[in-house]
C-alpha cells in the first residue's frame, strides 16, 4: 500500500532496468558468474513502477519474483543482456544498469560437458571482453537517461566518478561491495557533475524510492 502512494514522477515513462548476475557458460554443466542477488534493481523496478512508469527488466538468474506490474525479460549470459538492452533501450526514457555484468566470456566453451583428466590438468579457458552495455546505451545518440551502478572493496570515491566519466553518464551510483552484497540494505552515494553525495543506510527499496525520486527530478533539466 505504501508503493501505491509514492509520487508519480514517471508517470509515461519507459524504463528499462538490468539486474542481476549474468551466467557464462564454460561447458553445459558450469558457468562463470559474479556476486550479485538482483536485490537493489528488483527494488528499482518495483519503485519506478509506483511511480508511474513502465517497465522492463532484464534480469539475470536471480532467485527473486518479478515485482508487480514489471515486465521482466530473463536473460543468462551478458550477450543476451546486451541484445534485450539495444533491442528495448530505443524506446526508453530512463536506463538504469544495476546488472554485475560478467565482464568476459568463455570463447573455448565446450558444448559437452569437460571431464576431468587422470593426469588432474585444468582446462585452459580463453576469455574475450563482454561488451559494456551501459557505455554503449551512454553513447546513443538520442538515448535514454542513463545511470550505472558501482560496487567497490576500495577507493570506492575515487573509482566511482572515474566510472562515471568513462562511461559517459549523467548519474552514477556507488557503494561497497562488502556492505551491500546479498543484504537487504544498503548505504548509497551519489555522483554527478556537481560531484557526489551520500544517503544515509536505508533498506533498499526505500533507497530505491529514493533514487527514482532523483531520477524523476533530473529528467526534466
Ligand atoms: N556494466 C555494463 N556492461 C558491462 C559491465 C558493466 O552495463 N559489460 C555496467 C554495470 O551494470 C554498472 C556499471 O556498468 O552499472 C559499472 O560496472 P562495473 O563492473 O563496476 O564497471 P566496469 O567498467 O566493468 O569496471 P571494473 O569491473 O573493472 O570495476
Ligand atoms: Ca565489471
Known sequence: LVGFFQPKGLKGRRVVITAGPTS?????????TNRSSGKMGYALAQA????????????????LPCPYGVLRIPVE???QMHAAVMAETPAADVFIAVAAVADWHVVNASSS???KTPEGTPPALQFATNPDILAEVARLPDGPYCVGF???TENLLGHAEDKRQRKGVPLLVGNLAQRAMNADDTELILFDDQGH???PAMPKLQAARKL???ISGRLGR
Open 150 to 152: 558501482a560496487a567497490e
Open 113 to 115: 560437458k569437460i571431464k
Open 48 to 63: 519506478a513502477h509506483e511511480a508511474g512508469a513502465q517497465v522492463v527488466l532484464v534480469s539475470g538468474p536471480t532467485a
Open 77 to 79: 549470459s551478458a550477450a
Open 24 to 32: 557464462e557458460p564454460i561447458d553445459p554443466v558450469r558457468v562463470l
Open 212 to 214: 527514482i525520486l532523483e
Open 197 to 199: 553525495r551520500a544517503l
